[in-house]
Structures are given as C-alpha cells and as structure tokens.
C-alpha cells in the first residue's frame, strides 16, 4: 500500500498535505510548492486521516475529492468533526476536477471546506491560495497561544478580571469547603448554574467591550441581596455559579426566579440603550451523603443547564425532579396564555399532516415553533452553531411574542 511520503527540505518550512489518488497530481503539487513549503503526500482520506493523528506540524491540507477508501468528503467530515481543536480549525483547500458538479462543491463548502481549487491547477493560482492559508493559520495559532497563556495567568489567581468576582478556581475551593460543613453538620446546599443566553450573539452584535459590559451588570444582578455567607461566581465565558448554604430546593428556587424577574423588568443597557436578555438557570439541592462529591454535584447540574440551553434558554431546571418553568411564567397566573403553552409531538405531527394537506394548522403557530426548537437547536450544534444568527433570531421573536401576549392578558389580582 502506497503509504504517505514527507519531503522535508533543510530548513523548516510550513507543512502541507496533499491528498489525491493520482500520482501525477500530487508529484505536480509537490513541484509547484516544494521550495515554499515541506510536502506530505497520501493516495486517499484513509492514508491522510493516519498521517494527521501523528504529524501534529501540518498547517494545511489539499485534498481531491474523488478517492477510493475515503474519499475528501469524508476526510473532511472527519477533520471538522474532530475533538482535537487543531485539527477542527485545520484549513482545507478542496481539489476539484471535471467530474465534481456544483452539487458536490455545494456539500464540500457546508462540510466545512476552507477554499477550492480546480486542476489542472494553475501554478501561480496554487501557490498563493497555500501561501494565503498558511499565514492565516499561522495567526489563527499565534492568537490561540496568546490566549492560552492569558488563561493560564488567569487561571494562578481567584478573581475573575471582567466582574471583579471570584473565578471558577475559587468557585471549587468554596464548593468543596461548603460541601464538606454541608455533609458533616447535615445542612442544605444549594448549587446554582446561571448562562447568560446568546452571549455569542451579543457579542458579535455589540462589540467585545459592549458585552463585558453586560457581563458586569449581569453579575451586579446575581449579587444583589445576596447573604454573607453566598458565593457567586463567574465559571466560564457567559456562565456564572451561585453556592447558597443552608438553602433548600425552595429558596433556591426563590432566588433564580427572583433573577429572572429582575432581567424582564428591569433589562440591561448597551450604549444607554435597553437591552432585554434572559437567563437558563439550573438548580441542584441534594440530598447530601458522606460520598457526594463537588465533581458528581457539578456534573448533574451541568447536565441540567445544558437541557435548559438546547430547549431554547430562558428557563429554569432543578436537578431533583426534573421540573421545568419559563422564568417569566413565575409572574403569572394559571388562567395566563403563553405561546409556551405544551404543544407536543403528537400536535406537531398533526400540524405537519395539516400544511402537508394544505389545511390550516390547529395548533397556534408560535407554540409549534417553540415545541420544535430543541430540535433546530440540536442540529445548529451538529453543524458547529454554523447557523446561531437563525436561531437566535427565532427564539428572539418568540421572547417578543411572548411578552405581547402577557401584557395584553395580565395577571388578575384577588
């Protein structure tokens, strides 16, 4: 079997792969790109696939579509679908001959391909697209080092530098200490996880310094009337944790639904102008035993703000029985309509059977959408969040509709 063959020159150069199942065109490859860069070869997907799990130098891969055992599409899907972030962010410059219709370069971009090329490849035209990638990967690489060894000096103190709050170091010093007085004296612990929803979106919207902004006020929010004995921290990027001593599943609950009503009534400001944002927030109070552990506590709520996250944000979960609530629902009555209202899978499928038979759908549109969100939601994350702006903009005009309807039916008052 033909196995891939490096050709290294003597000085360091960047590193690319060629992949393609024809000889001639990688030895080409090679004579158009040698004095620039050191070549790999591999005859097919398979053979480059190997190449890439040992050769951790390689800065660029130019791939054929067409080839037996695995061919660039698969390698593609396997390059982006990757753990490994150096791979998922490798660039991939796809190869394109006579026999590859629109069609297929049509599912070779939204696999993720970084550029095309056409061959015969014009040796000018080959040439600079290598050179354009490498220097952008090299960048891309240059920024990920910089910002690892930011974290890493973050990660040696216990303040967060954005909020001026404890870091998620610190959070983990306090929830073992708490945990450990927890189980010892038979008390309560409340752990709380707190996203900030469309964070990502935020930012891009509004600017990195905009949204440190946000992240600021928000973290005003969660320590407002907080008690002494408290602690709430910044654990990720959008997220943020809360350990409340002594609290039990109902006062744990007062709180976050507390913090949902302070983010609908009184929204956070972006260059002095109102900004409406919404929380998920999950909720875990144990019952304690002399092996729970903070690592298995965090887990099971981890579990729940991502089930909160997927379902479309704006929510709470508890851990304990897997109640769910729309934080705005906390300042309703029963009879109150919510477009929210439980549209399930049966009622979907029936809507579906209605527009397919060109009748008009029972259910109301807006809780439909909302019943199929954790579906879109799944499969933008399938897809690397490649269609966020979307789904963002759906939850959005689900949230607006949502409050139209609960100022045109109040609550009523006794």
Not at 85 to 106: F, N, Y
Not at 174 to 191: F, G, N, P, S, V
Not at 333 to 351: C, F, I, K, L
Not at 394 to 408: P, Y
């Amino acid at each position: 079997m033909d196995r891939c063959i490096m050709i290294k020159a003597a000085e360091h150069k960047p590193t690319i792969l060629v992949v393609d199942d024809s000889r001639l065109m990688r030895v080409a490859a090679r004579k158009i790109l040698k004095n620039d860069f050191d070549i790999l070869e591999a005859q097919d997907g398979e053979d480059a696939w190997e190449m890439l799990q040992v050769q951790k130098d390689v800065m660029l891969v130019m791939s054929d579509l067409s080839m037996p055992n695995l061919d660039g599409l698969g390698l593609l899907a396997r390059i982006r679908g990757s753990d490994d972030q150096r791979l998922s962010e490798l660039p991939v410059i796809v190869v394109t001959g006579a026999e590859d219709d629109d069609g297929t370069k049509t599912r070779a971009l939204e696999a993720g391909a970084s550029d095309f090329i056409t061959k015969p490849f014009e040796s000018v035209q080959l040439l600079a697209r290598a050179k354009t990638h490498v220097r952008q990967q090299h960048t891309r690489l240059a920024l990920r080092a910089s910002e690892n060894s930011k974290q890493q000096l973050e990660a040696t103190s216990t303040i967060d530098l954005v909020t001026g709050l404890p870091n998620q170091q610190a959070f983990n010093e306090q929830l073992e200490q708490k945990l450990a007085y927890a189980i010892r004296y038979r008390t309560d612990l409340a752990i709380l996880l707190v996203q900030l929803d469309r964070y990502k979106v935020l930012f891009l919207r509004h600017g990195k310094k905009q949204a440190e902004s946000l992240l600021t006020q928000f973290s005003q929010r969660l320590t407002t009337d907080r008690r002494r004995e408290d602690t709430v921290a910044r654990i990720t990027i959008d997220t943020f944790g809360l350990l409340l001593p002594a609290a039990n599943p109902v006062g744990a609950r007062r709180v976050a639904e507390q913090l949902a009503r302070s983010l609908a009534e009184a929204p956070l400001e972006v260059e002095g102008k109102a900004i409406t944002v919404t929380a998920s927030i999950a909720i875990h109070s144990p019952t304690l035993h002399t092996d729970s552990t903070a690592e298995g506590l965090l887990t099971d709520v981890r579990e729940r703000l991502t089930e909160a996250r997927m379902a479309g944000g704006n929510r709470i979960l508890l851990v304990e029985d897997g109640t769910t609530t729309a934080p705005l629902s906390a300042t309703r009555t029963a009879d109150s309509r919510m477009p929210a209202a439980a549209v399930g899978a049966a009622e979907v499928q029936a809507a579906l059977e209605a527009l397919a038979a060109g009748k008009e759908p029972d259910q109301p549109l807006d809780g439909l959408v909302r019943a199929v969100m954790p579906v879109l939601t799944a499969w933008n994350h399938q897809r690397n969040d490649r269609h966020t702006t979307l789904i963002e903009a759906l939850q959005l005009a689900l949230d607006q509709q949502e409050r139209r309807t609960a100022v045109s039916h109040p609550p009523s008052r006794s």
